[in-house]
């Protein structure tokens, strides 16, 4: 029953922000790593932003500068502002995590269902 949800997908004009967030629940022990795929049509998905327990991250290249993750292990949730927007970042964006539930000895890797982004020129 666990799950990830996200959340604060839009429309957006070109160099607009957007601020998602992705809210883990369920029979939760442990989340270790997070992080923030997109796939756009006809694209293989790919990894934008990831963030472990710890709080080490990593970006695409594509998106230095302009996004930043972070997490709140408190309430489980991550969330990934977005400044800066272009019609490249467009593509349904999902959130992903490692986590070790309550009834597991072992750590499993999750998707959400995704979130879209739009930006317009």
């Known amino acids: 029953q666990v799950q990830l949800v996200e959340s604060g997908g839009g429309l957006v004009q070109a160099g607009g922000s957007l601020r998602l967030s992705c809210a883990a629940s369920?029979?939760?022990?442990?989340?270790?790593?997070m992080g923030w795929y997109r796939q756009a049509p006809g694209k293989q998905r790919e990894l934008v932003a990831r963030i472990t327990s710890g709080g080490s991250t990593n970006y695409a290249d594509s998106v230095k500068g302009r996004f930043t993750i972070s997490r709140d292990n408190a309430k489980k949730t991550v969330d990934l502002q977005m400044n800066s927007l272009k019609p490249e970042d467009t593509a349904v964006y999902f959130c992903?995590?490692?986590?070790?539930?309550?009834?597991?000895?072992?750590?499993?890797?999750?998707w959400g269902q995704g979130t879209q982004v739009t930006v317009s020129s």
């Open positions: 369920g029979s939760i022990f442990k989340i270790n790593a």
């Open positions: 992903n995590a490692d986590m070790i539930l309550v009834t597991t000895f072992r750590t499993d890797n999750y």
